[in-house]
């Protein structure tokens, strides 16, 4: 039986928002208090139009932009339904404000790594976790060395590579951190390619990978935290070196803060 609250859309529209942005801000509300949850239908179209006195062009684009964000999905015949997970093919919408705000490769680099040493102290708070995770990233591993000897595109060792951050971070068992470093690690996508690219000495993906995946094993965080301090190191120095390359520049003694190593 449906019992969804239908009037937290009751609220006439705010004047300085558009009807589709209106929608949606009263859906992000709703579920923001707990009127609205993962799994639940939606009402109608017309129900939705009629409740927040806009078109229902209006509310057809408020729903499509919700679906496109991973929020909603859209079953025909059958209703409107809030997602209850995210689809790792959603639009991400931190990496596009990310990508719009531009932040420097150093920022980055610190935050990337900030958000490493919290995954994996919760990882290694709990035998559980740790052990839980460590045959997939295993299994992950192996995976991209069969990808290297079959000599995949850039691109197929990226996706493999990004993989194994989002087995670290579904394996932290904090949604909330799993959800920040999944978009920040899709921000570094394309950087990704561009450093996985000029790795044609040394498979240095595997390294750190294997390096993560014994500090789990012998649940050492100093040494967890150490192997992604120099991926982190490394793949920042791949790019600035290119940068550096592209420019002329004959800076090399560019470096990034980390944590104070406590």
């Given at each position: 039986?449906d019992t969804?609250?239908?009037?937290?859309w009751?609220v006439r529209?705010?004047?300085?928002?558009?009807a589709p942005d209106y929608?949606?801000?009263?859906i992000?509300d709703?579920?923001l208090?707990?009127?609205?949850?993962p799994?639940?239908?939606?009402?109608?179209e017309?129900e939705?139009a009629e409740?927040?006195?806009?078109?229902?062009?209006?509310?057809?684009q408020?729903m499509?932009?919700?679906?496109t964000l991973g929020?909603l999905?859209?079953?025909?015949g059958d209703?409107?339904y809030?997602?209850?997970?995210?689809?790792e093919?959603?639009?991400?919408?931190?990496?596009f404000?990310?990508?719009i705000?531009?932040p420097?490769?150093k920022?980055?680099a610190?935050a990337?790594?900030?958000?490493?040493r919290d995954i994996f102290e919760?990882?290694?708070a709990d035998?559980?976790?740790a052990e839980?995770?460590i045959?997939?990233?295993?299994?992950?591993?192996r995976?991209h060395?069969?990808?290297l000897?079959?000599k995949v595109s850039?691109k197929?060792?990226v996706?493999?590579?990004?993989r194994?951050?989002?087995?670290?971070?579904?394996?932290?068992g904090n949604i909330?951190?799993q959800?920040v470093y999944?978009?920040?690690?899709d921000?570094f996508?394309y950087y990704?390619v561009?450093?996985?690219?000029?790795?044609?000495?040394?498979?240095?993906t595997?390294?750190a990978?294997e390096r993560?995946?014994?500090?789990l094993?012998?649940?050492?965080y100093?040494?967890a935290?150490?192997?992604?301090w120099d991926?982190v190191?490394?793949?920042?120095?791949?790019m600035v070196?290119?940068?550096?390359?592209?420019?002329?520049?004959?800076e090399?003694?560019?470096?990034?803060?980390?944590?104070?190593?406590g």
């Amino acid at each position: 039986m449906d019992t969804t609250d239908r009037t937290i859309w009751r609220v006439r529209p705010q004047a300085n928002l558009s009807a589709p942005d209106y929608v949606m801000e009263q859906i992000r509300d709703a579920l923001l208090q707990g009127q609205l949850k993962p799994g639940d239908r939606l009402p109608s179209e017309l129900e939705l139009a009629e409740q927040c006195g806009v078109s229902r062009g209006s509310v057809r684009q408020a729903m499509k932009s919700l679906e496109t964000l991973g929020i909603l999905t859209i079953r025909p015949g059958d209703g409107t339904y809030i997602n209850t997970s995210m689809s790792e093919r959603c639009f991400n919408p931190l990496a596009f404000t990310l990508l719009i705000s531009n932040p420097s490769i150093k920022e980055m680099a610190d935050a990337r790594y900030a958000l490493e040493r919290d995954i994996f102290e919760l990882i290694l708070a709990d035998d559980t976790l740790a052990e839980a995770i460590i045959p997939e990233l295993d299994d992950n591993i192996r995976i991209h060395k069969t990808l290297l000897a079959q000599k995949v595109s850039t691109k197929d060792l990226v996706e493999n590579d990004l993989r194994f951050h989002r087995l670290l971070s579904r394996g932290c068992g904090n949604i909330v951190l799993q959800v920040v470093y999944d978009y920040i690690m899709d921000f570094f996508r394309y950087y990704l390619v561009r450093t996985t690219s000029r790795q044609a000495e040394r498979d240095l993906t595997t390294d750190a990978h294997e390096r993560i995946v014994e500090a789990l094993r012998t649940r050492s965080y100093s040494m967890a935290k150490q192997a992604a301090w120099d991926t982190v190191q490394i793949w920042y120095r791949l790019m600035v070196d290119e940068d550096e390359a592209k420019s002329g520049s004959s800076e090399k003694n560019i470096s990034f803060s980390m944590d104070s190593q406590g």
